[in-house]
């Protein structure tokens, strides 16, 4: 069984976040647990999903988890010896606009997530866009979106043991392993 650890892999959209992560943890052995957290609202995204689901094949099991991540990841922490969980992002966007929760009910998600990474006994890779080097959003849902992703993205961090920032499909290692 891998060494439990948790690794949040960061970036822009589309710069190649869940694939590299995905191959870091078929570099492991154990038996995989794979968390999406979004919903198929369109055709686009069903085929992405599907697409997704994929190229995984048979060695993931998939948790379609668009809401409640943090009863599941303490339902299957310690029965897979690895969990990707993709992505916070989507995650947080279903919590603000499926189920319309507010700033204080989001936060509480938040904080209660955090708090299970500490607690999950498997390797995790946890997948999160890192959306605050763009613009201010002229909205004030959109403002909130990005104040508490950047929040999620720093508490995530701060209790990870490693932390990595895709540039253009290519890691950066931002902090190290202790």
Not at 44 to 68: L, N
Not at 147 to 171: P, W
Request: glycine letters at 6%; a neutral charge; hydrophobic letters at 45%.
């Amino acid at each position: 069984m891998p060494e439990k650890t948790l690794t949040l892999v960061t970036g822009g959209i589309k710069s190649g976040k869940s694939a590299w992560a995905q191959q870091q943890a078929e570099r492991l052995s154990g038996t995989r647990a794979f968390v999406a957290t979004a919903l198929p609202l369109d055709d686009e995204m069903k085929t992405r999903i599907r697409r997704h689901r994929e190229a995984r094949g048979d060695a993931w099991v998939t948790f379609e988890k668009p809401k409640d991540l943090v009863p599941l990841l303490d339902d299957i922490s310690g029965r897979f010896d690895i969990i990707l969980v993709d992505c916070l992002t989507i995650w947080l966007s279903n919590l603000l606009t499926m189920y319309g929760m507010d700033e204080e009910a989001a936060a509480r998600q938040i904080a209660g997530l955090s708090a299970c990474f500490n607690r999950v006994s498997s390797r995790v890779f946890v997948i999160s866009n890192e959306t605050g080097m763009g613009i201010i959003p002229a909205d004030p849902l959109s403002r909130l979106y990005q104040r508490l992703l950047g929040s999620l993205n720093s508490e995530v961090a701060a209790a990870a043991d490693e932390v990595y920032l895709m540039v253009s499909g290519i890691a950066v290692n931002i902090k190290p392993s202790r």
